[in-house]
């Protein structure tokens, strides 16, 4: 599905976080937003999420109008920066947690659910940890069941906010290898925010650099490299 | 290297032995005389007479009627405080608004303002003088010197007791659990009960314990609105004034007991329940 972002602002009280701002995002795509804190990147991708509401703009899901619609009708699948996986509930539970919380109607039966939580805990090449609790896993591993959560609702995109921040370098390559393959595996629109510009130029199709709440160049890794539009950008990736 | 002296490696937070001592002894000794010995007192004196007396005077109508009004009343307070402490810590912490720091202040009121002036505004607002009370008596709804006053001078004054748990427990939470239910299609309410709950709920115990025990020990406030009708509106701590007043000392000092033991129970009553959940609790403690 296609994202279009049409002059999108946010406004925190006076304080600018998003100057308008507009993009598109093809479909399928793995897009990187980039840039250092207080750019505006997290802003945007909760905006994309229904987490923030924008001050004006538009945001356009599958050539629909989706500015309006609340975080649950989103069907955003979003991975928190510290994973925000639920510490009182077994793997299990938090992969489960998007099913159970459907409308009895559309609610899978509990067979369906074990089905596709144990399916899920497969792609994330962790079958075997659904009985532990969250703080009984490594940062890598925790990274991974957010994933899987995030993806047990059959979301319309994939929203992840800094994916790998928390890890060290060696788990961070493996991981940034994972989540390649579970999007090319699930053709899901991604969008991922980092200040990692090695991390964006490796894994992402498209890279979205922003700065000060203004987004700088969009383009793909090498033309980012070799031509960058602004001396921000070239500073930003140079480092 | 050799003038070096060997010493046993001790770890940088351990105190000598005597300042350990010291510490510990204090700390008894301040308990003994602070916390036991009043108990030890109040019982001693209770059972002066013997078992029987101490459970004669239990058995008067009076005395029975304050046990059951205290009972009562805690059991009305503490749920409505508990709802809405949780819902003033969630206003707190999980939105952000511009009257934040005034409501903050606003809940913790009833521990800075003396609970007699709280009875006292409840009198004034509700008493016989004022239209609205005057309105209420000729209704046949009186709240001084009866029981709705008691229950609204004892909620004021334990107000502040689970908010006051749960906001530090809540803001250390931050939102990004409840933000992840949300994204994962729960409703506000779903999100609440199977999220939110979960993880405030041994904050939320402890502070309904302690409102439950300031409840039933509630005496300035509650003094003031009760009128001291005999058997119709006397709480326990009150009803023990008046026997104590009385020079029987018997009587008050088992009711006393009594209430001690109450507010004992519900300590043990928490202790029996972090114990039977130890395992959980390590379980999902964080990091």
Redesign the interface.
């Known amino acids: 599905m296609n994202i279009e972002i049409e002059e999108l602002a946010k406004e925190f009280g006076t304080a600018r976080a998003l100057h308008p701002v507009s993009l598109s995002i093809p479909s399928g795509a793995l897009v990187a937003l980039l840039g250092p804190s207080g750019s505006g990147k997290t802003t945007l991708l909760r905006i994309l999420g229904g987490l923030e509401f924008p001050t004006s703009g538009r945001v356009l899901f599958g050539g629909q109008d989706a500015t309006g619609l609340s975080v649950q009708e989103r069907r955003a699948g979003f991975v928190f920066q510290s994973y925000a996986l639920f510490k009182h509930m077994t793997v299990f539970e938090n992969v489960a947690y998007g099913l159970r919380a459907r409308p009895r109607k559309e609610r899978p039966t509990e067979a369906e659910i074990g089905r596709r939580v144990n399916r899920l805990l497969d792609l994330i090449q962790l079958p075997d940890i659904g009985a532990r609790y969250p703080n009984q896993l490594s940062g890598g591993q925790r990274q991974r069941v957010a994933l899987a959560r995030a993806l047990a609702i059959e979301p319309r995109m994939l929203l992840l906010d800094e994916p790998f921040g928390a890890l060290d370098a060696k788990v961070r390559k493996e991981l940034r290898q994972g989540l390649r393959e579970i999007h090319d595996r699930t053709g899901l629109t991604t969008v991922f925010v980092t200040h990692d510009q090695e991390e964006a130029m490796e894994l992402a199709d498209l890279v979205v650099v922003m700065s000060m709440g203004r987004i700088e160049q969009v383009g793909k890794p090498a033309d980012i490299r070799a031509r960058p539009a602004t001396d921000f950008v070239r500073d930003f990736t140079a480092a | 290297m050799s003038d070096i002296a060997y010493r046993r490696p001790v770890p940088v937070t351990t105190e000598t032995p005597l300042a350990r001592h010291l510490l510990i002894g204090t700390v008894l000794a301040l308990i003994s005389v602070l916390l036991f010995a009043p108990l030890i007192a109040v019982l001693a004196e209770a059972l002066r007479q013997g078992w029987t007396a101490a459970v004669q005077s239990l058995a008067s109508p009076d005395a029975r009627s304050a046990v059951r009004l205290t009972l009562i009343v805690a059991a009305i307070a503490v749920p409505l405080n508990a709802v809405f402490g949780i819902a003033a810590a969630w206003a707190i912490t999980k939105f952000d608004f511009r009257a934040k720091a005034f409501l903050i202040t606003l809940i913790d009121l009833p521990f800075s303002v003396s609970p007699v002036v709280a009875g006292l505004c409840l009198v004034l607002l509700f008493g016989a003088n004022s239209t609205l009370g005057g309105w209420l008596i000729a209704h046949d709804m009186p709240i001084v010197f009866a029981f709705p006053g008691i229950v609204l001078a004892t909620m004021f004054v334990t107000f502040p007791f689970v908010a006051r748990e749960l906001i530090p427990v809540m803001i250390e939470q931050g939102r990004?659990?409840e933000?992840?239910?949300?994204?994962?299609?729960?409703?506000g309410w779903?999100t609440f009960f199977?999220?939110t709950l979960?993880?405030i709920r041994w904050a939320l115990l402890y502070g309904v314990l302690l409102c439950n025990a300031r409840a039933m020990g509630e005496f300035g406030a509650v003094a003031v609105v009760s009128g001291k009708i005999r058997g119709e509106t006397t709480t326990m701590p009150i009803m023990i004034e008046m026997l104590y007043n009385e020079y029987l000392s018997v009587a008050a000092f088992t009711l006393a007991g009594v209430l001690a033991m109450l507010a004992l129970l519900t300590l043990l009553l928490k202790s029996l329940l972090e114990w039977r959940h130890a395992d959980?609790l390590a379980?999902?403690?964080?990091?």
């Open positions: 990004a659990e933000e992840a239910a949300l994204t994962l299609g729960a409703s779903r199977t999220v979960p993880n959980l379980a999902t403690r964080r990091h």
